[in-house]
C-alpha cells in the first residue's frame, strides 16, 4: 500500500496491561497486548496458556493491520459467542487494533448463564483497556514525517520555543554538536507549513530535511 493511502491515525494500547474481575467467585484476568502480526499473537497466546496453564480458560480477541485487516477470537470451551466475540466487539468498539486481551478465567463453582459469560468477558476486557488509558499505555499512533532542523545554538531557543508550542509537534531528539539539531516527529500533511515558521523564525537561516514517514505516539 503506497503510504500516501495509509491511514493517518489508528488507537493501539503500547504496553501490556491488565485488569480483573470477579463474578459469582469466578475470576476473570484480562491483559491486553501490542501485537502486529497474527504470528505474534498466536505466540503471546501461546506464552498465556502455559502461565495460566491451571486456569480453566484463556480464551481471546484480536486485531491486527493498520486498517484492521485481521481479526481472530476464540471461546477456549466457553459456550459459542460468550467469550471470544464480546472482547473482539470491545475491541471494535474502542477502535483499536495492533491490540490482543487474553481473558483467563478461573472457574468458581457457579455457572454464570450464556447472558452472564458475555457480561464478564466484556466487563474484564473494558478493565484492562480503562487501566491502558489510566496508565498512559492507550495511545494514538499518528503517520508522521521526521523532520531534522540544524541550527546554530544562537537561534537554537527560538527554534525550541517554537516547536514545543506547536500542539503536533514531538520532538524526538536534541543533539548539541557544532550545531543544534533537532529531530521532529510531524503530521504529515502539517510537514510544510511547520518547515515554513521554522524557516520564518530562523530568517531562512536553519538547514531542514525532511525524512523517514513512520507511525509514532501522537504525544508530547
Known sequence: ???????????????????????????????????????????????????YWDARHNCYAFIVGIDNELSRFSDDGEPGGTAGRPILEVLKNRALTNTLVVVTRYFGGVLLGTGGLVRAYTDATVAALDEGISSGSLKTMCLMKIVRITTDYNLSGKVQY????????????????ADVV?????????????VNRITDVTNAKATITQGETDYFPLTK
Open 162 to 177: 517554537l516547536l514545543s508550542n506547536e500542539e503536533s509537534a514531538v520532538i524526538r531528539d536534541i543533539n548539541y554538536e
Open 182 to 194: 533537532f529531530d521532529v516527529a510531524i503530521p504529515v500533511g502539517e510537514a510544510d507549513m511547520l
Open 1 to 51: 500500500m503506497p503510504m500516501d493511502n495509509k491511514r493517518e491515525r489508528y488507537d493501539t494500547v503500547t504496553s501490556t496491561v491488565s485488569g480483573e474481575i470477579i463474578e459469582k467467585r469466578s475470576r476473570f484476568i484480562a491483559t491486553a497486548f501490542h501485537v502486529e502480526s497474527e504470528d505474534e499473537a498466536n505466540a503471546v497466546i501461546a506464552d498465556m496458556k502455559k502461565k
